[in-house]
């Protein structure tokens, strides 16, 4: 079977954890039968393959069997259309929800309502849905998109985090951490929980840091201009490290205190780690994880502030935590991924996967 995995604007995305949920699927992909393509186009590029169909009248897009987008944009919307004329089964990935754009960039909780209309009707178009929750399930259907929704783990690629333990001392001594550090990993947003992040550490005597980048410019929201360009004390803001295994030697406590997740891949990267990990009170994270067992799940500021003390008293409960977690992160290895989309292309085929 040859598949299609699209993401558009790879680029530009890099640094996502868009990004990071696609090269999960890729690797899972590795391990099975199926044949992975990852552009669409005839020439590697729109433009390319446009022209030489109009020069030449090669075939602007690629043969494949199953095709599978994980964005929203004009390229993924060309493929979708094509798919659909020619009678090739369309999978499309929601990373993105109304929901979890809002409170990201400036703008962003005005542009949102709008996204959603756009989204309900490109959503649609599929044969199949995925996304990572059936939290997120239920959003897509609220709104409501024609089509069957199916949630799949993003996912955790334990491999890339190897060796984390031997970066502690550089990373801690370069942004001068001590103590039992509370930490954060991914981009700068307010949705994440930022000014919950700052806040607590006002409250507290802990070193935080925030590994991952933020925009201070026009483009970023209040929030985050604010918090960023005069963060507390006890507050770092590292910007962009250049290997991620720095902010999991360096952390103690993993921090997230989200407003809206899909999912959350730094929480499975920092369970995958043995972190102990203190979360908020949102719908997935309830879905995927179990407050006392494998993380720490907290409705407000007050219940944060009393986890990290907690944890600080009891390094036996930090550390049984941790251990849970590890075994959390196992069971969404990436073997489990490639079993999801192996079985999600062969139900959009018409495969029969009864047992001979």
């Known amino acids: 079977m040859r598949v299609l995995n699209y993401l558009e604007l790879a680029d530009q995305l890099e640094r996502s954890g868009i990004a990071t949920s696609v090269a999960h699927q890729r690797r899972a992909l590795a391990d099975t039968d199926v044949s992975v393509l990852t552009t669409p186009w005839a020439d590697g590029h729109p433009a390319w393959a446009l022209g030489g169909n109009l020069a030449f009248d090669d075939p602007i897009f690629r043969e494949y069997d199953v095709a599978h987008c994980n ?12 798919a659909n004329r020619n009678g090739i089964p369309l999978v499309l990935h929601a990373h993105v929800t109304r929901e979890d754009f809002a409170g990201s960039f400036r703008g962003s909780n005005l542009v949102a309502p709008a996204l959603g209309e756009y989204l309900e009707w490109f959503y649609s178009q599929a044969d199949l849905v995925l996304c990572p929750s059936e939290y997120t399930k239920g959003v897509l259907e609220s709104y409501p998109v024609d089509a069957p929704v199916r949630p799949v783990t993003n996912g955790v690629d334990a491999d890339p985090l190897t060796g984390f333990e031997s970066f502690r001392e550089e990373y801690r001594e370069r942004y001068d951490l001590d103590g039992m550090t509370v930490f954060a990993v991914g ?15 006002q409250r507290t005597d802990y070193d935080f840091a925030w590994f991952g980048t933020y925009d201070d410019g026009p483009h970023g929201s209040k929030a985050v201009r604010r918090w960023t360009s005069d963060p507390p004390e006890n507050v770092t803001f590292t910007g962009w490290v250049e290997d991620i295994r720095g902010a999991y030697g360096a952390g103690d406590v993993f921090l997230f205190p989200s407003k809206v997740e899909n999912q959350g891949i730094v929480v499975l990267e920092a369970m995958a780690c043995g972190k102990a990990v203190v979360l908020s009170d949102i719908p997935v994270f309830r879905e995927y994880y179990e407050d006392g067992h494998d993380c720490l799940i907290c409705e407000d500021e007050a219940e944060f502030e009393a986890a990290l003390k907690r944890l600080e008293d009891d390094p036996e409960l930090r550390e049984r935590l941790g251990e849970n977690a590890k075994e959390t992160a196992r069971e969404h290895g990436l073997d489990r991924v490639g079993e999801q989309l192996v079985a999600a292309y062969e139900d959009v085929c018409g495969v029969d996967q009864s047992p001979v």
């Open 71 to 82: 964005m929203i944009g004009p390229g993924s919307v060309a493929v979708a259309r094509h």
């Open 187 to 201: 981009s700068v947003f307010e949705r994440k929980g930022l000014t919950t992040f700052c806040e607590l550490a």
